[in-house]
């Protein structure tokens, strides 16, 4: 049997770049070698592509010496991964690699946010997850949450600042952040995930910590009115134009909220899976999920995030991830392994999805053509 050749693509120029070395870690060592052959791929944080011998064992010793700078030209047909090297004054690009599909588990700027997606896209190489407009959509919570608000999916209220606001006059922005109600508010970075940058805020001084910080990971921050303990409502996404839907799941943060620390250095947090909630409640979401998933024009995968809130027992939709964890505690395979889809074979899954998409796409003519009526 013909193996089909994956890059698996990690690391990349965010605050998420460690937890993308985590999800690359797990996808490496569930994949089917006797399917795919895997080629590693790379990216530091100052954008630098790398390739060779157990290239993600380089990155987590953070010792690149011993890989090779590579290219993917922008250019369609060829799927070629370049090794390339300094000879002089020239650079010179050798073939190493020809790619059939690309696993990207870059999280976060750069990597989820339709950047990558768009240079796949003029390479036409088929890739897993969603296309340039899911991408950019899902990695913006701000614009998301406009587009869930048009089509009357319920969000909680915020406000959008950009960092040159917040330079400029803090005291301004924090008065018009008043007017939403009352404290908690969560200050958040638009585009970033795995709870980087996000802070909760009980009083001003706070508040004024919380826009700084966000503001280091973004120019547009976004300010959310926060709901006190809220049910943490998970569940996964798959499919193109068809999707299913997992089981959902509650997360039980250890800290004041699903933070990083809590995710991935404190430990204490844990998931319920699945969720103990009405089967009212479960169809609610899996409808609302679905509906968000399609209106951005999502791909391959996602893994959508609600809260609940206990007094009113109402749900809202907080973000849907495009590109979701892979790591041994994320959400994603582990509400699909609930669902009864193994690891591996949501890898399968999703490299299959990846391709269909491209098949789908390439009926798509780039000539105009005259029609005869």
């Known amino acids: 049997m013909n193996q089909l050749t994956v890059g698996v693509l990690f690391g990349g120029r965010s605050g998420e770049h460690e937890i993308s070395l985590l999800s690359a870690r797990s996808v490496l060592d569930n994949i089917d070698r006797r399917k795919y052959k895997v080629v590693e791929i790379g990216i530091t944080h100052q954008g630098v592509w790398f390739v060779g011998n157990d290239v993600l064992?380089?990155?987590?010793?953070?010792?690149?010496?011993?890989?090779k700078p590579a290219t993917l030209i922008a250019e369609p047909g060829s799927h070629i991964l370049y090794a390339r090297e300094q000879n002089g004054e020239r650079i010179v690009?050798?073939?190493?690699?020809?790619?059939?599909?690309?696993?990207?588990?870059?999280?976060?700027?750069?990597?989820?946010?339709?950047?990558?997606?768009?240079?796949?896209?003029?390479?036409?190489?088929?890739?897993?997850?969603?296309?340039?407009?899911?991408?950019?959509?899902?990695?913006?919570?701000?614009?998301?949450?406009?587009?869930?608000?048009?089509?009357?999916?319920?969000?909680?209220?915020?406000?959008?600042?950009?960092?040159?606001?917040?330079?400029?006059?803090?005291?301004?922005?924090?008065?018009k952040?008043?007017?939403?109600?009352?404290?908690?508010?969560?200050?958040?970075?638009?585009?970033?995930?795995?709870?980087?940058?996000?802070?909760?805020?009980?009083?001003?001084?706070?508040?004024?910590?919380?826009?700084?910080?966000?503001?280091?990971?973004?120019?547009?921050?976004?300010?959310?009115?926060?709901?006190?303990?809220?049910?943490?409502?998970?569940?996964?996404?798959?499919?193109?134009?068809?999707?299913?839907?997992?089981?959902?799941?509650?997360?039980?943060?250890?800290?004041?909220?699903?933070?990083?620390?809590?995710?991935?250095?404190?430990?204490?947090?844990?998931?319920?899976?699945?969720?103990?909630?009405?089967?009212?409640?479960?169809?609610?979401?899996?409808?609302?999920?679905?509906?968000?998933?399609?209106l951005i024009d999502c791909a391959g995968m996602a893994r959508v995030d609600f809260m609940v809130n206990r007094d009113e027992n109402k749900v809202y939709l907080n973000e849907l991830n495009t590109i979701p964890g892979f790591t041994q505690i994320s959400m994603y395979t582990k509400l699909w392994e609930a669902s009864g889809v193994s690891f591996q074979e949501l890898i399968d899954r999703l490299i299959k999805l990846a391709i269909d998409r491209k098949n789908e796409t390439n009926r798509s003519i780039h000539q105009y053509q005259r029609k005869s009526l």
């Open 93 to 175: 690009f050798h073939p190493y690699e020809k790619i059939d599909v690309i696993f990207p588990v870059t999280h976060g700027p750069f990597g989820e946010d339709g950047t990558i997606q768009g240079l796949l896209e003029i390479t036409e190489i088929a890739f897993v997850g969603a296309g340039v407009l899911g991408s950019s959509v899902g990695m913006d919570k701000a614009v998301f949450k406009q587009i869930m608000r048009a089509n009357q999916i319920s969000v909680v209220e915020d406000l959008l600042f950009t960092r040159k606001e917040i330079e400029e006059n803090i005291s301004q922005v924090i008065t």
């Open 177 to 294: 952040i008043e007017t939403m109600g009352q404290y908690p508010y969560f200050t958040k970075p638009s585009n970033m995930g795995s709870s980087v940058g996000i802070n909760k805020c009980r009083d001003r001084h706070q508040l004024q910590d919380g826009l700084v910080d966000a503001a280091l990971y973004d120019r547009r921050i976004l300010v959310e009115v926060g709901l006190e303990k809220p049910l943490e409502i998970e569940i996964s996404v798959l499919g193109n134009e068809n999707p299913i839907i997992s089981v959902p799941g509650e997360i039980v943060p250890g800290d004041e909220f699903y933070s990083y620390d809590d995710k991935y250095i404190n430990g204490i947090s844990k998931s319920i899976i699945p969720a103990e909630l009405s089967e009212e409640m479960i169809g609610e979401i899996q409808k609302t999920a679905l509906k968000a998933y399609t």
């Open 57 to 67: 064992s380089s990155f987590e010793r953070n010792d690149i010496s011993g890989l």
